[in-house]
């Protein structure tokens, strides 16, 4: 199989990979800073067009404030402190979700100020999954068929799709997740309906580019039939099965 045309990170393990050196969870949200950048170097050097981040989950709200304080500083740094080396990649920056008011108005001002910084890249397109849930995309998708007065019976995947955020968006072809745990966690409902999903058992502090790469490997090793056969086990043309 080629390379995945998209790829999904939910980068999981932060607050663990902090717990086992005795170190707060922030520690972790830091330590997740280099991974970050080595995935997308490593994304864009094997030849993938799309790469999504589950960065913060619309249920991320939920955690400590000290904490979710804590996460929007570091990710205010991380955006104003990488944009030129995004730029200088030719790296299209995009943000999925960002619509909640608790966001800080200076944090929404740099992820407006990148996008727009990079629109006309035509390498990679990197999309930030930032106060973002898949349930609520589908929702407002939803909402946005009514309000345009779409006719039930003219509803098909398709037109649906074209009401979801970021609609050029491809269907994810890998979801990668780390820490070992095996849940999609409300991440691209949509898109990731026939993705392949890998689970590595490394923290994401510790996931670097050699880890992506096996992971593509690991990708390229399978078969996706999309709920038909593989070639080898397709009906012959005279209706037998081959031997």
């Known amino acids: 199989m080629p390379v995945p045309r998209h790829v999904a990170c939910v980068m999981d393990g932060n607050g663990r990979w902090a717990a086992l050196r005795s ?39 939920q955690r400590p404030g000290s904490e979710v304080d804590y996460l929007m500083r570091l990710v205010r740094r991380v955006v104003r402190k990488h944009a030129p080396l995004l730029q200088a990649r030719g790296i299209r ?30 390498g990679m397109t990197l999309t930030v999954a930032f106060d973002h849930g898949g349930r609520s995309d589908i929702v407002e998708a939803a909402r946005s068929l009514i309000r345009n007065q779409v006719r039930a019976e003219a509803v098909s995947e398709e037109s649906f799709a074209a009401h979801l955020p970021h609609p ?14 095996q849940r999609i966690s409300n991440f691209m409902l949509w898109q990731v309906a026939y993705a392949e999903f ?27 039939r999309f709920g038909g056969l593989a070639p080898q086990l397709a009906p012959q043309a005279d209706g037998a099965s081959p031997p």
């Open 23 to 61: 170190l707060p969870r922030t520690s972790g949200h830091r330590a997740a800073e280099a991974t970050v950048i080595d995935v997308i170097e490593a994304a864009r050097a094997a030849g993938v067009q799309w790469l999504s981040l589950y960065a913060f989950s619309t249920e991320n709200w």
């Open 93 to 122: 920056c995009r943000f999925l979700g960002v619509t909640d008011s608790q966001i800080p108005a200076e944090l929404a001002r740099d992820f407006a100020d990148l996008t727009t910084l990079t629109s006309r890249n035509r």
């Open 168 to 181: 050029d968006t491809p269907d994810v072809d890998l979801v990668i997740r780390t820490s070992g745990e």
């Open 198 to 224: 890998i689970f590595p058992p490394v923290l994401w502090p510790d996931f670097g580019a050699a880890h992506f790469v096996e992971c593509l490997h690991t990708y390229r090793q399978r078969s996706r």
